[in-house]
């Protein structure tokens, strides 16, 4: 009985189709191979015993070269192609268990707490997902989400410069600079946030860090906030007392924040609005006695951000409201996640018993605390400004003050 070594070398094209086909990881019952030269056509002829030649294209049951192979060198067809060629692969399943790593993947990031009380990142993570895998990279991919979706559970920070947010979060000071792949990924999250186009230079890329509080000036953020009377003796604790003793809001910048502790004597509950004006009808309702507020003034900056979670830190509940539209949703599903704020007067019978005719709602994003409310803003269609229920949170509040 010959070797599998001594088989004839013009015999190669038939064992790499073998191969090939047994690698695919489907049942094989017959292999075509070809074109054959005069010589690999005689050896197949003498291989399979036929009495012509075969011709330059040949269909060959594998039963039947199975069976010759046994015979004549005491090996399967398997076993001879696998010392042949090498061994044999199985792409059906590889294809199988690349698809179950993929949806893993996407699953994982669809499923990420970042996205979670985000919701708005959903249009990013789609987008993500269409752009498939970087490099045809399952593990690499998810390497360079998770280092995008870990910065962009600190936005908005605090005034950090991006350099210091970058060796914060990635250990690397130039992690996002320009061109870089995560700096990429953070900024098309953020636009998706924001609802803004994605910035197509310097300049714009700039401005949309600055506005998730990276390296904002420590002057021109200021927050709003007033009825908050600390105890400490720090620079933002003496403004807040004063201002509240006299019936005014307090303007407290970045730099003043972070020069102060605000540690003691916080409030239990402190109210949060988007809109300043909220903050002046309840001064002029409750003058010196003006319970707790806070306003983020919109998308809050680097300077509201740091004195909510300083408020947070000292063991106050934070309640935020803002307005019922597209952004109004994303801002507060923002301040919740970095700061721990509750909704207040945010849930879908809010929206219903409050809305009427008013201007569009926008684009609308789920948000975590109510699943419904979305559906209802979008089958509307309808915007609630806060100034329109303001009287009825004032009221709200008035409930809630001490007696005296």
């Not at 197509?200 to 890329?205: L, P, S």
């Not at 700061?339 to 005719?357: E, I, N, Q």
Request: aromatic content about 4%.
């Amino acid at each position: 009985m010959a070797a599998v070594s001594e088989l004839p070398v013009e015999l190669a094209p038939l064992w790499r189709a073998v191969h090939d086909r047994l690698s695919s990881g489907h049942p094989v019952s017959r292999v075509r191979i070809g074109p054959l030269n005069g010589q690999q056509q005689s050896a197949l002829a003498d291989l399979l015993g036929l009495s012509r030649m075969p011709g330059e294209h040949v269909s060959v049951s594998f039963s039947t070269l199975d069976q010759v192979l046994m015979d004549s060198v005491g090996a399967t067809t398997r076993e001879v192609v696998a010392q042949l060629i090498g061994p044999l692969g199985d792409r059906a399943r590889d294809r199988e268990l690349a698809a179950a790593k993929r949806a893993a993947l996407w699953a994982w990031l669809s499923h990420h707490p970042v996205l979670a009380a985000q919701p708005a990142l959903g249009a990013w993570a789609t987008t993500v997902r269409r752009t498939g895998l970087i490099n045809g990279s399952v593990s690499r991919t998810r390497e360079e989400l998770s280092q995008a979706l870990r910065v962009l559970a600190e936005l908005p920070t605090s005034g950090v410069p991006l350099p210091v947010l970058a060796d914060r979060v990635l250990g690397n000071t130039h992690a996002l600079d320009d061109g870089t792949r995560c700096s990429g990924l953070v900024l098309r999250a953020l636009a998706a946030i924001y609802d803004v186009a994605m910035p197509e230079n310097a300049q714009q890329r700039r401005a949309l860090w600055e506005r998730a509080g990276v390296a904002d000036d420590e002057l021109s953020a200021v927050v709003l906030a007033a009825g908050i009377q600390p105890t400490d003796d720090c620079l933002a604790s003496h403004i807040l007392r004063l201002c509240t003793e006299s019936g005014q809001a307090a303007a407290l910048t970045l730099s003043q924040l972070r020069v102060s502790s605000l540690a003691s004597g916080l409030p239990a509950d402190a109210w949060v609005f988007e809109n300043p004006s909220v903050l002046a009808l309840a001064l002029a309702r409750f003058g010196c006695s003006c319970p707790p507020i806070v306003v983020t003034s919109g998308w809050p900056n680097s300077a509201a951000i740091l004195l909510l979670q300083k408020l947070a830190a000292g063991g106050t509940t934070l309640h935020y409201h803002g307005d019922f539209d597209g952004e109004g949703l994303r801002i507060a599903a923002a301040v919740v996640a970095r700061t721990g704020a509750k909704p207040w007067r945010m849930t879908s019978a809010d929206y219903l018993h409050a809305v009427s005719d008013g201007p569009s709602a926008g684009r609308v994003s789920e948000v975590p605390w109510d699943v419904e409310l979305a559906d209802h803003m979008a089958r509307l269609g309808i915007m609630v400004a806060e100034e329109r229920v303001a009287a009825g949170l004032l009221d709200e509040l008035a409930r809630r003050r001490p007696a005296a």
